[in-house]
Structure formats: C-alpha cells, structure tokens
C-alpha cells in the first residue's frame, strides 16, 4: 500500500472495471494507491490481476487505473490507483470499453520463445513482449488457429460496436500455465492444441495496459 483514503462506504462492490477516462474523476473517490511487484518468470503476469480484485473489493474499490509498470529481465512492478463509483458512472464507463478487436497473447514472454499463430490460415508472428491486436470489421469472421488447419479453429465476428475479446496460446504441458491466472475454471475449460484459449475481458483490458 502507498497510500489510502480514510473514505468509507456501506456498498458492497461485485466486480472492479477498469476507468476508461483517466480524467473524469470528478464524480469518483479515490481509495488508495497500491503498487504490486515480484518475479515475472517470463510469463503473463495475469495472476496480478486477482491479487488487484482481492485487495480492491477488500477496501470496497469498484475502479482503478494503470499509474506505472516497469520491468527488468527478472521482475516487475506495476503501480495502480483504486477508486470507488456509484451505479451511474459504472454504466457510464461500460460504455465506453474497449471494442471492436481481438487481442492475442502469448504466454510466454521469454525473447527466446516464438510468439505465432494462423489467422484465416494466414500465418501471423509478433513480439512476445507485447499482444497482437486485430481490427475487427463489422461481421467479419476471423478464424484464429495454432496450425494450418481450416477445421481445427475459433471463430470471431462483431455486430458494429462490440465488446473486444482476448486470447492466449498457452502450453498447457507447462510447469507455469495456470488456469486460475486467466481466470478460468479448469474443470469446465476444454483445452486444445491446435486454438488459442478465449480468457475473461476484464482480465484482457488489464493487460493490454500492462503490455503496451
């Protein structure tokens, strides 16, 4: 903690999104400053975003806003600032989420891993230490696969203005993929070799900040 708010409220806050405008703070409270650090072990620092959830919901925080991230080859810190709005503003920033694209990660982000995928059997490379991002067209399909195989694919498509979504190629026979990092329920996640894993949209809205 860097520093907290003695303002206390009786809400009980269910979820925690991320503030799309920075500077329309003047209907919201800030509650504290946290910074979070540790080993990145070259991988998606998703599991940050649970610790984030945890101690936000615990000081009744439903916003918060990227300050600062920096890495080195070993660790990383990001600094994050938690802020507590009523029903309005909340239906106010959902408006204004991230759309109409498909963000793809990779789970390892060591510079001696290969970060590729297929998509509509066009094979597409990117930077490990960063996401690939696709522009989506209104109801336009985009197939994205782990190899050149038309039937072994997922599919997008957007109507106009649609929530983006987010993806991960993972290696599940890794010692360091965790399902529970991306939020998901290992029982009910059917995983495959050959697609990229779909993970939850606040999840993906806090990386692409981090990743930038």
Same mark, same amino acid.
């Given at each position: 903690?860097?520093? /907290?708010?003695? +303002?206390?409220?009786?809400y009980?806050?269910?979820?925690?999104?991320?503030?799309?405008?920075?500077?329309?703070?003047?209907?919201?409270?800030?509650i504290?400053?946290?910074?979070?650090? =540790?080993?990145?072990?070259? /991988?998606?620092?998703g #599991?940050?975003?649970?610790? !984030?959830?945890?101690?936000a919901?615990?000081? =009744?925080?439903?916003?918060?806003?990227?300050?600062?991230?920096?890495?080195?080859?070993?660790?990383? *810190?990001?600094?994050?600032?938690?802020?507590?709005?009523?029903?309005? +503003?909340?239906?106010?920033?959902?408006? $204004?989420?991230?759309k109409?694209?498909?963000?793809?990660f990779? /789970?390892?982000? @060591?510079?001696?891993? *290969?970060?590729?995928?297929?998509?509509?059997?066009? #094979?597409?490379? +990117?930077?490990?230490?960063?996401?690939?991002?696709?522009?989506a $067209?209104?109801?336009? !399909?985009?197939? !994205?696969?782990?190899?050149?195989? #038309?039937?072994? @694919?997922? =599919?997008?498509?957007?109507?106009?203005?649609? /929530?983006?979504?987010?993806?991960?190629?993972?290696?599940? @026979?890794s010692?360091? +993929?965790?399902?529970?990092?991306?939020? !998901?329920?290992?029982?009910?996640? $059917?995983f495959?070799?050959?697609?990229?894993?779909?993970?939850?949209?606040?999840? =993906?809205?806090?990386?692409?900040?981090i990743?930038?």
């Amino acid at each position: 903690m860097i520093k /907290q708010s003695s +303002f206390k409220h009786d809400y009980f806050v269910t979820e925690m999104q991320y503030l799309e405008e920075i500077n329309d703070t003047n209907k919201i409270t800030f509650i504290a400053e946290v910074k979070i650090s =540790g080993n990145h072990e070259n /991988q998606i620092v998703g #599991k940050w975003h649970n610790l !984030l959830k945890n101690k936000a919901k615990e000081l =009744g925080a439903n916003l918060y806003v990227l300050e600062n991230y920096q890495e080195d080859a070993e660790s990383a *810190t990001a600094i994050l600032k938690l802020f507590f709005a009523g029903e309005n +503003f909340i239906k106010i920033n959902n408006r $204004k989420v991230n759309k109409n694209a498909v963000y793809v990660f990779n /789970q390892s982000r @060591s510079i001696n891993d *290969t970060a590729c995928f297929f998509l509509n059997q066009n #094979k597409i490379n +990117f930077d490990t230490k960063k996401y690939y991002k696709i522009f989506a $067209k209104p109801y336009e !399909l985009y197939k !994205l696969s782990l190899a050149n195989n #038309k039937a072994k @694919s997922v =599919g997008e498509s957007f109507p106009n203005n649609n /929530q983006s979504v987010f993806y991960v190629i993972y290696n599940k @026979s890794s010692d360091k +993929f965790n399902p529970d990092n991306f939020q !998901l329920n290992p029982v009910k996640v $059917k995983f495959s070799k050959n697609i990229p894993l779909k993970f939850n949209y606040n999840l =993906g809205r806090f990386l692409i900040e981090i990743y930038r």
